[in-house]
């Protein structure tokens, strides 16, 4: 093994990485065996015994142990108490397998550390993430003049600097109100907390849509700027808010539309899903990650604008990463491209994930997604101890109850729900998440929720799963 203090370089000292990495790759696969689930067993208690056992008690030892004994004994606990997105039973939440290739990637981007900062720290990584918002802008506004996007650390980054964008772009005529709706992210409300905007107007969402009249009636009622948040692919259901109604309500009243599309947006790269994103080119401002259906390691998130001339807000000088010499001598100046200085090249492993699998291949494994999501719900509709949240399905998201939660009042119902997710947790067995949402008689009950992201498994494959849930909502009720 390479000395302790060896540097990681693309060229020189020997095999210093290939020794380092196979020493991670046994390690994930044998903490992996330990866990043979998709969740440690025994709950966050036998986790943080197991851990701290790994640590030996120090976190930071006086003397080292050396880079073979910290990969080996970190890396198995670390992946003996993962929560595995890559086993077909995690999928409480939008919490993906990356993809191996898009993961190798990333690893180069590691060792090379470009910083998108400034030219001089990523020579090339700054073309190629200039391509990668080039294609993705595109993606989003096909028809726009200048369309623009920068690269965030996920929805919540693309969601604050989207609010920031409509707060400057309403400078003029006062600050700007935050319309959305209760099916929001709770980063949109936290954004406007964080910029000093008013409290936002949350509009009530019966059926887990934002509904475009009652949109209408508040902005009939505002005096001042305005920013309307309609999300497509909300964070508990899946559900993709009415967007060609709600861009047309949002211009009548000249207010800036804002699409939180971290979950659905990728769904553009299919042609036979894109449809479902029918009037997002009217946003001023669209969120997107490509952590969530894109199956890249966090984070690999963007925010697309329709034109770019409302990023020049964000353009700043520094003297040491872009004095206005450099630039006027043609060194590309790439600070005012995020609020981060030191920022990772997330846009490396998008740009090979792009190249490997092309757009179609994209599009297969997230048509994939959907399918599967569609038969899944089929088959909770044909299991005799689980009951489907009557509706539509989200884009891969099935909410569930176990019919003895129907027995009982709803609060007990929903304790048992609570306590079969929690049951699974602890057993290790499978990974559930949990959402309110409405019932069919209006009722808001807590349900099961699936987040079937998993490009390579099929709805057959979940039967064990149902069972489960069924015999395990039988076994506490
Ligand atoms: C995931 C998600 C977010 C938050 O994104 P991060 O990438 O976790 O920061 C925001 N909005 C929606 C609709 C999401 O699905």
Not at 25 to 45: I, K, S, T, V
Not at 395 to 416: C, F, M, N, Y
Request: charged share 20%; aromatic share 4%; with cysteine.
């Amino acid at each position: 093994m390479a000395p302790v203090d060896a540097v990681a370089a693309p060229a020189g000292f020997g095999n210093v990485l290939r020794d380092m990495t196979s020493v991670v790759l046994d390690a994930l696969a044998e903490g992996a065996e330990q866990r043979h689930g998709p969740l440690p067993a025994g709950g966050p208690g036998a986790v943080t015994r197991r851990v701290h056992a790994a640590l030996g008690g120090a976190v930071l030892p006086e003397h080292g142990d050396g880079p073979e004994t910290a990969l080996r004994e970190l890396t198995t606990v670390l992946s003996a108490g993962a929560a595995d997105p890559s086993d077909p039973y995690c999928v409480a939440h939008l919490h993906v397998p990356p993809l191996a290739v898009a993961a190798a990637a990333d690893f180069a981007a590691s060792v090379l550390n470009p910083s998108m900062d400034s030219w001089d720290q990523a020579p090339a990584a700054s073309v190629i993430e200039q391509g990668v918002t080039d294609v993705l802008a595109a993606l989003v506004y096909p028809r726009a003049a200048r369309p623009d996007a920068v690269i965030t650390s996920g929805g919540t980054e693309s969601n604050l600097m989207a609010l920031l964008l409509a707060r400057e772009q309403a400078r003029a005529t006062g600050p700007v109100r935050v319309v959305c709706g209760a099916n929001a992210h709770h980063s949109i409300g936290r954004a406007a907390w964080l910029l000093g905007l008013p409290d936002p107007v949350v509009v009530d969402c019966p059926h887990g849509h934002l509904p475009p009249e009652s949109v209408d009636r508040v902005l009939r009622e505002l005096s001042g700027p305005a920013v309307v948040v309609a999300t497509a692919g909300t964070t508990d259901e899946g559900l993709i808010d009415p967007l060609p109604r709600l861009a047309e309500i949002a211009a009548a009243h000249g207010a800036h539309l804002h699409v939180d599309a971290a979950y659905g947006g990728p769904l553009l790269f299919s042609d036979e899903l894109a449809g479902r994103l029918a009037g997002i080119e009217a946003a001023d401002t669209v969120s997107f990650d490509l952590h969530k259906l894109g199956w890249q390691p966090v984070a690999s998130g963007i925010l697309a604008v329709r034109d770019a001339s409302v990023m020049t807000r964000l353009s700043i000088e520094a003297d040491y990463l872009n004095a206005a010499d450099d630039t006027e001598a043609g060194l590309p100046d790439l600070l005012g491209r995020s609020l981060r200085t030191s920022r990772r090249p997330d846009a490396f492993k998008i740009a090979v994930t792009m190249r490997a699998l092309g757009r179609r291949g994209i599009a297969l494994l997230i048509e994939h997604c959907v399918r599967t999501a569609e038969r899944f719900a089929a088959a909770v509709d044909a299991h005799p101890g689980l009951r489907r949240r009557p509706g539509e399905i989200g884009i891969s998201t099935v909410l569930l109850r176990p019919i003895e939660a129907d027995w009982a009042d709803d609060h007990t119902g929903d304790k048992l729900v609570a306590a079969v997710r929690r049951h699974l947790l602890h057993e290790g067995t499978a990974v559930l998440g949990r959402a309110i949402a409405a019932d069919a008689d209006g009722q808001r009950r807590l349900w099961l929720k699936v987040t079937l992201l998993h490009p390579r498994t099929d709805a057959e494959q979940f039967d064990g799963l149902l069972d489960l849930i069924s015999r395990t909502a039988s076994l506490l009720a």
